[in-house]
């Protein structure tokens, strides 16, 4: 008799653009839950693909762009009972996620954000972007009655039963946890936030986009949109 494949209970996805950072995350969130599920949605080189094949994790092309797209696409492709995000680059804190799991697992969120605002390390976030977040946060607050402080964050823990909810949304630019932050709160469900220290990069600059100003913007305008 054929033995039954076991789901894993946590799957977790990282987007990635030859990210240095995440060959470290892999290793701690293995340390942690060793069954974990880990997707990489990639769009990089063969030869940091070829990489990441030899860490044993799942990898995704991703052919269109976007960090949403990207993480939704990630999803799509996962089979655990909770999900998570995190970006790639090591500067968001891997116990964020640990954390974040045990509040859903005792049901007292749907989707649980890091924030990052009170444990910033020097050097990691310049004060105008740290103003720029907290006018969007607000601005999310405002509009979809949460007490969200980081709403730009890079790492997210959400349930199965609110990831189905909102799967077949087309991906829009609202940031990393964005786009589920929004239809979630919409439809009713209870949005956390675990504080996470935040670092500096390693190496290399961010790839979210050329402009932070104008994709903050943007954002801004797709809160309104469906509010």
């Known amino acids: 008799m054929k033995k039954e494949k076991k ?57 269109d762009r976007g960090v949403e ?65 907290k006018v969007i946060s607000t601005a999310f607050n405002k509009l979809y009655n949460t007490n969200i402080h980081d709403f730009l964050v890079g790492l997210f823990v959400m349930s199965r039963e609110a990831y189905e909810a909102v799967k077949d949304v087309e991906p829009y630019r609202a940031g990393h946890a964005g786009v589920f932050a929004i239809e979630l709160a919409k439809k009713g469900y209870k949005i956390s936030e675990v504080p996470i220290n935040y670092y500096p990069r390693k190496e290399g600059s961010s790839k979210l986009t050329k402009s932070k100003f104008f994709y903050g913007i943007n954002v801004v305008g797709q809160m309104i949109r469906f509010a």
């Open 69 to 133: 797209k990207a993480v939704m696409l990630g999803l799509k492709h996962s089979h655990g009972e909770i999900l998570a995000s995190i970006d790639g680059d090591g500067t968001h804190d891997v116990e964020g996620i640990f954390k974040g799991i045990k509040i859903i697992e005792e049901g007292k969120a749907d989707l649980v954000l890091g924030n990052r605002m009170d444990h910033i390390k020097e050097g990691a976030m310049n004060a105008y972007l740290q103003f720029g977040n």
């Open 7 to 63: 789901e894993p209970k946590v799957s977790v996805v990282i987007p990635t653009i030859e990210e240095e950072g995440v060959f470290e995350i892999i290793d701690k969130l293995r340390e942690r839950i060793p069954d974990v599920e880990i997707i990489i949605v990639d769009k990089s080189s063969e030869e940091y693909e070829r990489r990441l094949l030899e860490k044993g994790v799942k990898v995704i092309r991703q052919h």
